[in-house]
T-cell receptor
Framework: QKEVEQNSGPLSVPEGAIASLNCTYS??????FFWYRQYSGKSPELIMS????GDKEDGRFTAQLNKASQYVSLLIRDSQPSDSATYLC?????????????FGKGTKLSVKP | NAGVMQNPRHLVRRRGQEARLRCSPM?????VYWYRQLPEEGLKFMVY????????ESGMPKERFSAEFPKEGPSILRIQQVVRGDSAAYFC?????????????FGPGTRLTVT
């Protein structure tokens, strides 16, 4: 059974701080990794995708991937109250009909003004 | 609106009725995925379709649920004889291609309530 694990939180950080969100996955052959943000009552919104080991930066967001450790993380710099949401880690399989995403249960982030 | 479209946004059905959820993919996308999110639960994959083809339905319950993506028109997720446990948010996502490095974009979802 392929699994994606996240700390459910809530993770509380003060405004302006760095928020660090972590995710581990069980399927070693996974190739594609995504972070989504979901506000309460809304649909998931794609923030970042990462496919290679290392860091990928986009504005205030940095995704980090370590395939050897089966670990993905998302850093949010200069956190804002508007970043308060649930962050979903998603992993896509490889080969066959592996088009679907496997999601973690999400980490709830709260940014305090 | 070039995004993924879903309707209705809210659907109320009595137990035993049928629910039909519709999804139009983003322009230029030909791959559609349906996910379900139960209250306080994570997103779970249900089915993956291309036009006139079901690619993967491994996440779909064996009974009462079906999906299609006809040559013309939106993808339809159909739930027959709904039960209270079907109450959830149903999200559709689309991508340009299926396998590999293709990102999935989600629609606003349909909130199904079974009374």
């Amino acid at each position: 059974q392929k699994e994606v694990e996240q700390n459910s939180g809530p993770l509380s950080v003060p405004e302006g701080a760095i928020a660090s969100l972590n995710c581990t996955y069980s399927d070693r052959v996974s190739q594609s990794f995504f972070w989504y943000r979901q506000y309460s009552g809304k649909s998931p919104e794609l923030i970042m995708s990462i496919y290679s080991n290392g860091d990928k930066e986009d504005g205030r967001f940095t995704a980090q991937l370590n395939k050897a450790s089966q670990y993905v993380s998302l850093l949010i710099r200069d956190s804002q109250p508007s970043d308060s949401a649930t962050y979903l880690c998603a992993v896509k399989g490889y080969g066959g009909s592996q088009g679907n995403l496997i999601f973690g249960k999400g980490t709830k982030l709260s940014v305090k003004p | 609106n070039a995004g993924v479209m879903q309707n209705p946004r809210h659907l109320v059905r009595r137990r035993g009725q049928e629910a039909r959820l519709r999804c139009s993919p983003m322009k230029g996308h030909s791959h559609v995925y349906w996910y379900r999110q139960l209250p306080e639960e994570g997103l779970k994959f249900m089915v993956y379709l291309q036009k006139e083809n079901i690619i993967d339905e491994s996440g779909m319950p064996k009974e009462r649920f079906s999906a299609e993506f006809p040559k013309e028109g939106p993808s339809i997720l159909r739930i027959q004889q709904v039960v209270r446990g079907d109450s959830a948010a149903y999200f559709c996502a689309s991508s340009r291609q299926g396998q590999g490095r293709y990102e999935q974009y989600f629609g606003p979802g349909t909130r199904l309530t079974v009374t």
